[in-house]
């Protein structure tokens, strides 16, 4: 191909100045207010805006007509409605509201937006607004020097994305995965921008194919789709924390997942028969490492058709599964969307009865290969669709299952364009449009009708889902990890800010196959990442055929020790991540952090790759390249404890740290707790004894933290059986002082009570407990 040689920079084939191309949206010639919507009519194409809360407002612009507000399905709530204030002078139109501003001026339609303070945060200037004849739409905005850009969702590359161009279209990438690689398997046309510690937001909700371009236009950015409507939501923020909470408020937050769900996963593709399966966890038992969840990659279908298990490898799933469950361990099976093309097959036989699957507008059904070869795709944008697919997962649930991993569902099409031809024509719940018009969306819906699917089937207790593809809002119903990345160090080092980004972008539950997929791992490279992995909010091994096989113990007894202390120690934080994902699902923010979001103010976290945060007090430093054993690791304002030694660093210095095989560098932040359990056996992983690991501080630090805890597998949490306590921790000279600000919930855990260690106390320093002075031991009694 052409293409891949240096033909592809012949003078002559660069890019034009595209802006130039459109049709700019003009002046205002008329506007007038409906109900809370304020509507613009200009001398090329309509704008509609209106508020969602003050922080938040929406504009939409349709080149032809009234805008028709549709959305894409991301979006949950509807505007609310917010006390506006309009003055309209000869040329400009302001509305504010408590926290922003917008500034229009008519001639032609420029919008600007600021914050209460007056701070702008979105500004148009020469161009704004405008669309071309193709039906493309487009919005330019201006570039502050000073702009950083974060989320964007599953991208490649470094945290700071100023300076790219990013695509949005699922697309199936096995390889290559490189710092350009663009796009992947998620679409999310959502970011944030920091601007000199203030934060924005904004989010493009247009499923169309579409870009941002934060490179070719110099002082400016722009964001353009394919079709559809230039619709958008702004986010005043004003730091990184609140625009997630607001871009969660948009497009919905995970569900509290099921503890087993956050414990350690391992897969492969494929553990072939019954006996592997049942040899693999048999080792971790034996070995006593903890494992949560064994995944069944494709293989244990009959022919790779979905809601089938082998006879010959699979003889007795249902078997299989009770004995796992007994050990400790969980089944997930892969799902993909493509249903075999067999006559003979009945989910085939009545997806066609029924006519379910995706169709073209002259109504023959829509194939393409995969695994299993000529398929069929069910039309997950129609209701009826995705019922049926929901209730095929009785399949599963009967026999105990309780989480699926969906794959392929971009989808993945074994063809030149990868996917499924966009001229396929959805039913989309009465309104029909193309799969040009879709596409993005495919993986979400497959996720929705799958999670709310098993959902109604598990009496009560909380599913698990894993997908590969997904959009805005795809936190409401799966944990995304990452697609087929390689046994390299430079994947290790890459999934560090994809993962943050993914976090930024409303997914909080996310990571890559720890180890690699693709090539061969190697015992260092698998004990690094499993380092990284213990704190990774999704938490799988997983690798793929014809490469060396990775579980925990094949390469020899130095590897899996590590291996093993850190699959364990990710148990012994098991209270800190489930408190983390109960943030996550109320206020939408990420168990793993940029440093940016806690130190909005500090430019050296702007773009710092190689070190992130689990919560807001602890900062992971791993090691990301082979035979390292010192890096610089850069510690941000405050004291920080390195949880190894005890030793206690200065912040707002780089040091250099040295971390042997064995180590993780991690750093606590002084004067904050982490909550903590024991290790006790994977047939039995209730938490026997919690403690709160107190690193004493001196000089008044304040910290407040909520420690949440329920029975980790029902909906019970939903009527008011959780434990919630809202914990202050105040250090003086004299004292640790430990107060309970706040308890919430009916739920009395059987261990009964909370041990506080105070780590790193003076001489002269008294541990106070609401009020009363401890002696010896001291602990925090759950009794009510
Ligand atoms: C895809 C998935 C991978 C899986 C394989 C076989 O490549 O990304 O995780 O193992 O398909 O199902």
């Known amino acids: ?26 002046s205002v010639i008329d506007q007038e207010k409906v109900d809370d919507t304020y509507h613009f009519t200009c001398e090329n194409g309509r704008i509609a805006i209106c508020f969602y809360t003050d922080s938040i407002v929406r504009i939409v612009m349709n080149p032809k007509e009234a805008p028709k507000m549709k959305g894409s399905r991301s979006v949950i709530p509807e505007p609310k409605h917010v006390e506006v204030r309009e003055e309209i002078t000869s040329d400009l139109h302001l509305l504010h509201t408590a926290k922003l501003r917008l500034s229009i001026s008519k001639s032609p339609f420029r919008m600007n937006i600021f914050d209460q303070e007056g701070k702008e945060l979105v500004a148009e200037g020469e161009h704004g607004m405008a669309w071309r004849e193709s039906g493309e739409i487009a919005v330019f905005k201006e570039m502050d020097v000073a702009d950083h850009f974060y989320g964007f969702g599953e991208k490649a590359g470094f945290l700071d994305k100023r300076g790219e161009v990013y695509e949005m279209w699922n697309t199936d990438v096995y390889a290559p995965h490189n710092p350009e690689t663009d796009p992947l398997y998620e679409s ?134 009770k004995d796992l469950r007994e050990m400790g361990v969980r089944v997930v099976p892969i799902v993909d969307p493509g249903v075999k093309k067999d006559p003979e097959y009945p989910v085939y036989q009545e997806g066609v009865n029924k006519d379910l699957f995706c169709k073209y507008l002259e109504g023959d059904i829509y194939f393409g290969d995969v695994w299993p070869g000529t398929s069929a795709f069910p039309d997950f944008t129609d209701e009826e669709s995705r019922t049926w ?31 499924m031809d966009v001229q396929v024509m959805h039913r989309n719940d009465g309104s029909p449009a193309t799969h040009r018009e879709l596409h993005n969306l495919y993986g979400l819906l497959m996720g929705k009708a799958t999670y709310e699917g098993l959902k109604d089937q598990l009496n009560g207790r ?28 430079e994947h290790l080092q890459m999934s560090l800010p994809m993962v943050m980004n993914l976090g930024l972008s409303g997914v909080a539950f996310t990571g890559p196959d720890v180890g690699g ?79 940016f979001m806690e130190f909005p103010d500090d430019e050296k976290t702007y773009n710092l790759n190689d070190q992130f945060m689990i919560g807001d007090n602890v900062i992971i430093a791993p090691i990301l390249a082979p035979a390292v ?15 190894a030694s005890g030793k206690v660093y200065q912040g707002k210095q ?131």
């Open 517 to 595: 997929f693709a090539h061969h791992t190697n015992g260092e490279l698998l004990a690094r990442w499993t380092q990284v992995g213990a704190f990774t909010p999704f938490f799988r091994n997983h690798s793929a055929i014809g490469f060396l096989y990775q579980e925990p113990w094949r390469f020899g007894e130095r590897y899996e020790a590590v291996i093993k202390e850190y699959i364990r120690m990710r148990y012994r934080w098991m209270p800190q991540f489930y408190s983390l994902f109960a943030k996550a699902s109320k206020q939408g923010l990420p168990v793993m952090r940029p440093l």
């Open 188 to 321: 999310i046309p959502f970011f944030m921008t920091l601007r000199k510690g203030k934060a924005h937001g904004i989010f493009f909700d247009n499923s169309y194919r579409s870009w941002f371009d934060m490179r070719s236009f110099g002082d400016r950015y722009a964001y353009r789709a394919e079709g559809g409507e230039l619709d958008y939501y702004v986010m005043a923020g004003p730091g990184p924390k609140e625009v997630v909470y607001q871009y969660t408020y948009l497009t919905g937050r995970m569900p509290l997942p099921p503890k087993w769900a956050i414990g350690y996963h391992q897969s492969r593709y494929s553990y072939q028969t019954e006996q592997e399966v049942r040899t693999i966890v048999q080792n971790f038992i034996d070995r006593d490492i903890p494992l949560d969840v064994v995944h069944l990659d494709i293989h244990y279908m009959n022919g790779y058709r979905v809601f089938t298990f082998d006879e010959e490898n699979f003889p007795n799933p249902e078997q299989l599964i």
């Open 1 to 26: 191909m052409l293409e891949d040689t240096s033909f592809a920079i012949h003078p002559g084939t660069e890019k034009q100045n595209e802006a130039a191309a459109y049709h700019d949206i003009g």
């Open 462 to 489: 909380r599913p698990f889902l894993l997908t590969r593809a997904g959009f805005a809002g795809i936190q409401r119903y799966a944990a995304v990890w990452t697609g087929d990345n390689r046994s390299f160090w």
């Open 389 to 419: 697919w929901a209730e095929k997962h009785r399949f599963y649930t009967d026999i105990g299952i309780e989480g699926i991993w969906n794959d392929m569902n971009e989808p993945a099409v074994f063809n030149e364009t990868k996917t």
């Open 629 to 643: 054993v010192d890096r610089a690791v850069y510690l941000p304002e405050g004291e920080w404890i390195e949880a």
């Open 654 to 784: 780089t040091y250099l740290i040295h971390a042997e095989l064995e180590d993780l560098p991690l750093f606590i932040k002084k004067g904050t707790a982490v909550m903590q359990t024991e290790w006790t056996s994977n047939q039995d992983k209730s938490w026997k004894r919690v403690s709160m690991d107190i690193y004493a501080g001196e000089d008044e630090e304040r910290y407040r933290f909520t420690y949440y805890d329920d029975d980790g597998e029902t909906f019970a949490y939903q009527h008011g059986s959780y434990l919630e306590l809202e914990v202050e921790i105040v250090s003086t000279k004299t004292a640790v002082n430990v107060e309970i600000v706040n308890r919430n919930g009916d739920y009395v855990p059987a261990y009964g009570q909370i041990d506080v260690q105070v780590i790193g106390r003076k001489d002269g320093q008294d541990v106070i407990i609401n009020g009363d002075k401890m002696n010896g031991s001291n602990y925090l009694s759950l009794a009510e």
